[in-house]
Structures are given as C-alpha cells and as structure tokens.
C-alpha cells in the first residue's frame, strides 16, 4: 500500500501576533535555522511518500505564494490543493482523501500539521510507519504524544492501552489542575496527526459527516489539472468543524498510537521559547533573563533589566508580553481587529486584473515600444536592426532574415490594428530590403548576413522561409503590397519547400536532429495566415498535413509532451527525443493547433492542444509563476532561467484555449492569462524596451535588447484584443491600437 503525507496547512496562528497572521501564518515563518515550519515539515514527511505515494499539501489559496515558493526553494515535489475559504481540518483533510483515493484506491494518508516542532525525524517517521500497521487493518490512527508536563495548551487523548490501542475518549485542553490529573491517568497530547488509509475515512467520513464529503466531493468538479489546483466554490459549502468534532470523537474505528518525541505545536510565544527557537534580529540586550526577542529586519530591539518576557517587533506592531500569558494574545488580537483591523494583517498585494494589464499594454505598444523599434529599431534603407542597447542605441551584429521577417509582420500588424505610426512604410520598406539583401537565386531567403550585407550563411533554412511567407501574407492583409505577386512569390516558396519534404510531410533542417517541430510550427503558422487571404487550397492542405505531422509525429501519444527536434520522422520515441522540451514551444503548439481545430471543427485536435497546454504548465516554474526556458522529458525542470517570450506564448494559448471551454476551465485558463500578463509585464521597460532572460534569483541578465521579441509581444497582444470579449472589456481589433 502506498502512503501518502498529507501537510496540512490552514492553521492561523493568532497567539503569534505580530509576527504570524492571516496572510503569512507561522507555519511560514522560520524559527531557527534555514526553514520554515512548513518546510521542516515537508521535509519530515516527504520520504514517507513511497511505493508510488506522492506528497500531497492541503492549503488556502491567499498562502498559494507561500506554499509553492517554499516548496520550490527545498526543491520538493507535491501536489497542492488550495481551499477557496478555511472550512477547518475536517474538510481539508477530506479534499486529501478524495484526491488519493481517485489515484489510487488503496492509498494509505498521513495527516501531518505543518506548523509543529518535531526535531526528530526519523523517530517521527518511524512511528508514522508503526500506525500505517494500525490504518492496513482498517483504523484511525492518531499520534498521541507522552506528556513531559501537565500543560493546558493541548487536548488530550485517553488510550484504553500501551502502544496502538483503540481511544476511550478525546479531551479539550483542560485547567491545569485537570491537566496534571490526565498525565497521572496516562493520558497522552493529542498531536493533530493522523494516519488512515483514503477509503476508511471517506466511508467515516461519510456516516459521520456526509455534507463535509459531499460537498468536498463536489468542490473537484472545478480542480482542473496539474501539479496545483483550486479546489471549487462547492468546497466553501462544508461545515466548518474540526476532524476531531466531526469524525474521531464518534468513529469506533479509532486508534492512538503512543509516541515519545520532542514535539510541540508552537501555539504561543512562550512554546516558542521552550523551544530554544524563535529568538531573533538585531539585539542590544543588558540584564535581560528569560526573554524572547525578535526583531523584523530593519528594526532593533533594546532591552535592559527585565526577565520572563516576549518582545516582538515587526515593522508596524510591537508585542510585549508576560511569557506565561502568552495564550492571552489572542484575545490583544482579536481587540485588534476592532480598534486596529489594519494591524490584524500585513498589507496584501493586489493582482493586476486582465482587462487592466491588457490596457496598459495595449498603451505601452502604441506610445513606446512601436514607436522607438520603428526609428531607432529601422534604418533608413529599411533594415531593421537586431539590437538595441537599454538607451535606445544600435548595436552592431549580423542580421537575420528570421528578424527582418518578423519585424515586417509586426508592423503590417499593427497596422491592422489601427495602430497610426509609420507601420506602410516600415513593412514596404522593410520587404524591399529584405528582398534585395536576402533573396537568393531560387526566390529562397539567406539564412544570415554580416553588418556589411555579405553572406555569412546561404543555407535557406524552413524557419526562415516560414517567416517570410508570414511576413509576405500579413503584408497582403494589410494591402501594402500586390497581392498577386505576393501569392505567386508565396507560392513557389511553398511549393520548394514542398519538393524537399520527406514522406510524411516533415522538413529537414541542417544539424543532428534536423526535422524540427519549431521549423515546422513556424510554416504551419504561415499556412494559416495564407488561408486568410488566399484562396489557393494548398494551403490549408499544408496546414492539414503539418497538423496531422505534429499529432502524429512530434508529439509523444502517451504523454502528450513534445520535443523540439527528432533524428528522423519515425522515431519510436517521438516527441521526446533530443532530451530536452520547451515549454514555450508546447504552449506555441497548443495555441496554433487550437487554431487549425477551430478552423476545421475538430474536437479531437482541440484535446491534443489542451495535453499541449498542460504540459507546458509543467514548466511553468510554481514560485516564479514563469515558464522556464527547459525541461526535461520526464517534466522535471532542467533550468529554471526564464526568457521574455515563453510567457507570451502561455498567454497565447491560454486565451485561445479560454474560448469555447466550460466555466470551471474557462476560468482556470482566464487565470492563467493573467498570470502569464503579470509576468510578461515584469520584462518591459517603461520606454519601450525589454529585458529577455531572467535568472532563478529574479534578477535580469544585463545585455542588449533582442528585435526578436517584439513578434511575440504583439502576437501576444493581437490574442488579448481578439479574446477581450472573454474578461469583460471588448476591443474592436481593427482599431485595437489606434
């Protein structure tokens, strides 16, 4: 049977004030050492996830951040299940045990709090081992641990034996008169960690507390996919009842297990100091015995001649206490709220809604980056240049016809977008360029030319070609140019590139894994755009075929990844070849395959673009919200730098995926979008620039501005305006960027 720990992480922590409060609870804070509770926790409790068992943490979504950043920086895989509103344990732990059990039957759950001081972990592990003996045989177990003092902070458990045995009775935190009676009769503390298998506890679960399961139950019909999910509004419907109340004090199935570790659940200030833990910042202390002192960053505390006391200050608050009335804060607390609500919390951050990230970009092209990338970004002969330094000056390098391509289609659209910059003369003049500097013999673009136009590259790579057939049709759209000289240079492009197709419809690049879904992602694009404007129908046999070549092909039927670049067109391994996978690339995939399938009304395709979709989530980096360059095939992350246009990718297919789905995926989808806005917005620079590579620290590498990114910002943008209908704030697209 396979175990699988479940971190429970919805506690409060109100007796912590100032420093644990709703939006950051103590079981994030560190209390000595490197990491959180949480993380101590996690970290407790992950190798117990064996046999096929996966790590599983319950928590709310306002701590999202939180518990998917901690996670990340101790590198520890989950799945995450966050409650829209804390309905207390019993429903968390019911969203556990449904989740298991839908995975496996058999599954066996370790309920463990997060936000509990238990320095030995081995010795925990090893009791949780000892109970999942008691859960195989169909019991509840709970941890009861043998008290070292008579305290009145924690509930008790009555064993009717030694060792595992089944529980006579639950107590609340009692007097401390009737607490040291408990410790005389054998009674243990109550530790809030259980260990049952999945199928137990829902059937209890049932019995005991159906509107709980049910409602639970029903809060999974809006989870939707992936390694963090939302649990649905259904889940605000269940009884706010601890498990304790709901279910353990009224199963017959119910057992404790005795264990004799150093614990203690951190409850208050003065648990804190027993522990030896919690104490810090910058101090000057003189004639202090006994006290905790804790200081936020930036603050100093001074003290001289006092014992036995809690000081604790955070920027906007400061604590002191009496150690032996720590369990009194609450009640300062909840004072607090009434007097002082802007102190019962730190100051949360407000997201930027879609509609308002789209505005602002829409903004930003119009009056910065258009402007700036169609003078300083475009010679006078209609060159456009790859690179721009942060202050807006050329910088000298080799020219791509991949960039001049893109470039052209930037400005033809915006152009037709309405945008009332120099966007004729930018594309006319850029295609005249590119014609005479870049156009061989054969009507095929040049791969590269050096700053003096001489070739440096002759190869006429399907990457380039798909560009400049893009460029050619977005151009045609716009009516800048002839559009029967425009069909007829499109089509022998096509009709070349054809010729050195292989069977079944791939095109070799140059290089080891030369037949590259990227070159071959790229022509499908231009095939679509020619369907627009032309009535050739061997473009949509194009499209057709390089859909069908993606399905069947690139992509990897059983785990629905693609790869970037394969061998051969045959390979047994399709799809995950060369090691690597992008997931912008799977996100451009999905957004151009969803496109196809709208187009041809295929159900089908537009699944396979919805598997695109979620696997590139899988390289969505959880404590950037970014989507990082490279993963590996089996889903684990192989860096975590994150480049500019991955993220306009994800919005991309996000939006488009948005359209046509139900309510519980369209929402996940809208949300996804403006995560994806948020993030891209992270990379722009107020006048018009960019930076293109962020590293795993946050920060930004210093260099040049690549032109190359433009293309994805306003694709990213033209899908914003095209779907605006979706988040409320409708655009004529025709006059998007007027």
């Known amino acids: 049977m396979a175990l699988y720990p479940v971190i429970m992480c919805g506690g409060a922590g109100t007796r912590?004030?100032?420093?644990?409060?709703?939006?950051?609870?103590?079981?994030f804070m560190s209390l000595g050492g490197n990491h959180s509770l949480f993380q101590q926790a996690v970290l407790r409790a992950a190798p117990l996830a064996s046999d096929g068992g996966r790590l599983i943490v319950v928590g709310g979504v306002d701590h999202k951040a939180w518990i998917l950043d901690q996670l990340e920086q101790i590198e520890v895989p989950a799945q995450v299940l966050l409650e829209p509103e804390a309905r207390d344990s019993?429903?968390?732990?019911?969203?556990?045990?449904?989740?298991?059990?839908?995975?496996?039957?058999?599954?066996i759950n370790a309920f463990i709090a997060s936000d509990h001081h238990i320095p030995d972990h081995e010795g925990f592990r090893a009791a949780v081992l000892?109970?999942?003996?008691?859960?195989?045989?169909?019991?509840?177990v709970a941890l009861g641990v043998k008290p070292n003092d008579p305290s009145s902070a924690y509930g008790y458990i009555a064993p009717t034996g030694q060792g595992l045995s089944p529980i006579r009775a639950f107590v609340e935190k009692p007097d401390q008169q009737r607490a040291l009676q408990y410790v005389r009769d054998g009674y243990l503390w109550n530790s809030g960690n259980f260990i049952v298998s999945s199928e137990v506890f829902l059937s209890e679960l049932k019995i005991y507390a159906p509107q709980i399961e049910d409602a639970v139950r029903r809060s999974f019909s809006d989870l939707g996919r992936g390694a963090v999910g939302v649990l649905g509004e259904a889940f605000r419907q269940a009884p706010k009842v601890s498990i304790d109340y709901a279910l353990m004090e009224k199963t017959s199935l119910a057992s404790v297990l005795e264990v004799d570790f150093n614990w203690s659940d951190l409850g208050a200030w003065d648990a804190i100091a027993a522990s030896g833990q919690g104490g810090a910042g910058e101090l000057i202390l003189e004639d202090v015995d006994g006290c905790l002192t804790r200081a936020a960053d930036g603050m100093l505390i001074a003290a001289v001649g006092v014992s036995n006391l809690a000081i604790i200050a955070e920027p906007d608050a400061v604590l002191v206490c009496d150690l032996s009335r720590s369990q009194d804060v609450k009640k300062v607390v909840e004072r607090i709220r009434v007097s002082s609500p802007q102190h019962a919390d730190f100051a949360r951050r407000t997201d930027e809604p879609l509609n308002i990230g789209a505005r602002r970009l829409q903004d930003w092209l119009r009056r910065r980056a258009l402007p700036i990338w169609a003078s300083m970004g475009q010679r006078e002969n209609g060159a456009f240049v790859e690179l721009l330094a942060m202050d807006g000056r050329c910088l000298p390098a080799p020219r791509r016809a991949g960039v001049q391509a893109r470039q052209i289609y930037v400005y033809a659209q915006a152009g037709l977008m309405g945008w009332q910059g120099r966007w004729l003369s930018g594309v006319r003049s850029g295609l005249a360029n590119l014609d005479a500097d870049f156009l061989r013999d054969d009507g095929l673009v040049r791969t590269l030319l050096d700053e003096n136009n001489q070739p440096l590259d002759e190869a006429a790579l399907v990457y380039d070609q798909a560009f400049y057939l893009l460029a050619l049709a977005t151009a045609v759209k716009t009516g800048a140019i002839d559009r029967a000289a425009a069909a007829e240079r499109g089509a022998l492009v096509r009709q070349a590139l054809e010729a050195i197709a292989s069977q079944d419809g791939a095109f070799r690049e140059s290089g080891e894994f030369a037949y590259q879904s990227n070159?071959?992602?790229?022509?499908?694009?231009a095939a679509l755009a020619w369907e627009e404007v032309s009535n050739d129908v061997a473009w949509g046999a194009l499209a057709d075929s390089l859909s069908t070549l993606?399905?069947?092909?690139?992509?990897n039927p059983?785990?629905?990844?693609?790869?970037?670049?394969?061998?051969?067109?045959?390979n047994t391994e399709r799809g995950e070849s060369g090691g690597r996978v992008e997931a912008g690339h799977q996100f451009e995939w999905a957004w151009l395959l969803a496109r196809h399938a709208r187009l041809r009304g295929d159900k089908e395709g537009m699944e396979v673009a919805r598997r695109l979709y979620a696997s590139g989530c899988q390289g969505v980096s959880m404590r950037h919200d970014?989507?990082?360059?490279?993963?590996?095939?089996?889903?684990?992350?192989?860096?975590?730098?994150?480049?500019?246009?991955?993220?306009?990718e994800w919005l991309k297919a996000a939006l488009i995926l948005a359209e046509g789905s139900e309510r519980a995926d369209r929402a996940i989808y809208l949300n996804d979008a403006s995560v994806a806005l948020r993030t891209l917005w992270l990379y722009l620079t107020p006048d018009g620039l960019w930076r293109d590579k962020k590293l795993q620290s946050g920060s930004f590498v210093e260099e040049a501005v690549p032109a190359s990114s433009l293309y994805h910002i306003i694709s990213s943008f033209t899908q914003l305006a095209q779907y605006s209908h979706l988040y409320g704030d409708g655009w004529d697209l025709a006059v998007a960027l007027s």
């Open 16 to 27: 912590l004030w100032p420093v644990s409060r709703p939006s950051r609870p103590k079981q």
């Open 90 to 107: 019993a429903a968390a732990m019911a969203a556990a045990a449904i989740w298991t059990h839908s995975s496996d039957p058999n599954g």
């Open 130 to 140: 000892k109970a999942v003996e008691g859960a195989g045989l169909a019991r509840i």
């Open 519 to 525: 070159a071959s992602m790229r022509l499908l694009e």
């Open 550 to 555: 993606a399905r069947t092909v690139f992509i």
């Open 558 to 570: 059983i785990t629905g990844r693609l790869g970037k670049s394969q061998k051969t067109t045959l």
């Open 626 to 648: 970014a989507a990082v360059g490279v993963s590996n095939s089996d889903g684990s992350l192989r860096t975590h730098q994150a480049r500019l246009w991955p993220q306009s």
